[in-house]
């Protein structure tokens, strides 16, 4: 099952657009089962742990979106974002270089790209 296709899916919008996590990450955590394979299901997941500052998680469900779609785009920036973040330089590379391969024209990869090297030196 696709998670926009579930009931609850506008409900969690609605935790998610007013801040409330923890009570949007319960609910995704009960919904897992049903929407195992669905990479938008892991994605969302992943943010909003990313959100709770709960950053392994949010990598080990970004990793999962990957895994059922690798050129899904979104969970591709945002894992780079956050291994930037963490200073993870190579893998955060490795994904943008990744992501230049789907999409040549978003400028924001390039800046990221840069911003990087720079970092690095």
């Known amino acids: 099952m696709l998670l926009k296709d579930n ?11 007013t801040s409330k996590f923890e009570e949007a990450k319960n609910k995704l955590l009960s919904l897992e089962i049903l929407c195992k394979d669905d990479f938008a299901f892991y994605d969302l997941l992943a943010q909003i742990f990313n959100n709770l ?17 690798n050129n899904f785009y979104q969970s591709k920036f945002n894992l780079a974002a956050l291994y930037y973040s963490l200073k993870n330089f190579i893998e955060a590379e490795e994904l943008f270089l990744q992501i230049v391969d789907i999409n040549k024209s978003d400028l924001r990869v390039y800046y990221n790209l840069g911003v990087l090297k720079f970092e690095q030196k």
């Not at 500052?53 to 779609?69: G, M, T």
């Open 7 to 17: 009931k609850d899916f506008n409900y969690i919008l609605q935790l998610i657009n």
């Open 53 to 69: 500052n709960l950053k392994e998680d949010a990598i080990n469900y970004y990793e999962k979106s990957l895994l059922l779609n």
